[in-house]
């Protein structure tokens, strides 16, 4: 199975949001449960910081779509496919 990692170039990113509310999937899950938490969306702004959230044990998770990475004014994002069994 492969699993997608991002990961944010801690130096560049502003903690704009930008990634956040374009995610699709971030966006389906606003729509459907109206709120955002490391519970439920797949990536998140921290201490100015954005991060991805990977939880194997939930159905979603990121899907690669690269979506944020071509939206990040900073350019700040970069995506890793790791397989996992
Ligand atoms: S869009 Fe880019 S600069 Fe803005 S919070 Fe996300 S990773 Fe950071
Ligand atoms: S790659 Fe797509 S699904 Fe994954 S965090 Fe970025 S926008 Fe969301």
């Known amino acids: 199975?492969?699993?997608y990692?991002?990961?944010v170039n801690r130096n560049i990113?502003?903690?704009c949001n930008i990634c956040v509310v374009s995610?699709?999937?971030n966006f389906d899950q606003l729509k459907t449960k109206s709120f955002l938490s490391e519970k439920?969306?797949?990536i998140l702004v921290k201490n100015g910081i954005a991060f991805?959230?990977?939880?194997?044990n939930r159905k979603v998770n990121?899907?690669?779509c690269g979506v944020c990475i071509q939206n990040c004014?900073?350019?700040a994002i970069l995506l890793e496919i790791i397989e996992v069994k």
């Open 52 to 56: 991805d959230v990977y939880d194997e």
């Open 13 to 15: 990113c502003t903690g």
């Open 5 to 7: 990692k991002l990961k």
């Open 1 to 3: 199975m492969q699993v």
């Open 73 to 75: 004014p900073q350019s």
């Open 62 to 64: 990121c899907d690669g």
């Open 23 to 25: 995610c699709p999937i």
């Open 40 to 42: 439920n969306a797949v």
